[in-house]
């Protein structure tokens, strides 16, 4: 939880919690949170390391699930070339707010997000260490609209 408290206050000012709240308390708020919080790692395929319970029930992974997931597979492969875009956006910019597209759940249900936000996560020594997201908007996609 630090990593992803202190990445997003580096990028934006802004922290997932109340600056008083810490440790434990952080991360038991950030699981049960309202938005989806999703991260994952820098290698050449990034893997998730994170998904809190709303990212979990939407992507409708475990968290067994989401730790042994590409997260290249929150898109179709149709979406993907889209999303590595935006990504190496992150990595040039450090972040990204209004990110808006269409994801896709591990049962194939399509949802539309909006307004999300995703950083570059940085370690404790400020070396890229992957990335995170968080939104609060979704809606289903409805398939005879695509």
């Not at 990445?7 to 919690?17: A, I, K, N």
């Not at 730790?67 to 979406?79: C, F, I, W």
């Not at 590595?84 to 808006?100: K, N, T, W």
Request: charged share 30%; hydrophobic share 40%.
């Amino acid at each position: 939880m630090a990593i992803l408290r202190k990445s997003l206050r580096y990028w934006t000012g802004q922290d997932l919690v109340d600056l008083g709240v810490d440790g434990r308390d952080a991360a038991e708020f950030l699981y049960h949170a309202p938005f989806v919080l999703l991260s994952h790692d820098s290698s050449a395929d990034p893997v998730f390391t994170y998904a809190n319970r709303a990212g979990q029930r939407l992507f409708e992974m475990t968290w067994a699930d989401f730790l042994k997931t590409p997260s290249r597979h929150s898109a179709e492969p149709v979406n993907r070339e889209e999303r590595e875009r935006i990504l190496r956006e992150v990595a040039s910019r450090g972040f990204i707010d209004q990110y808006q597209g269409v994801r896709i759940s591990k049962t194939g249900r399509r949802f539309f997000i909006s307004e999300a936000v995703v950083w570059n996560l940085l370690s404790m020594d400020e070396r890229l260490c992957g990335q995170a997201a968080m939104f609060d908007r979704w809606e289903s996609v409805d398939e005879e609209n695509t």
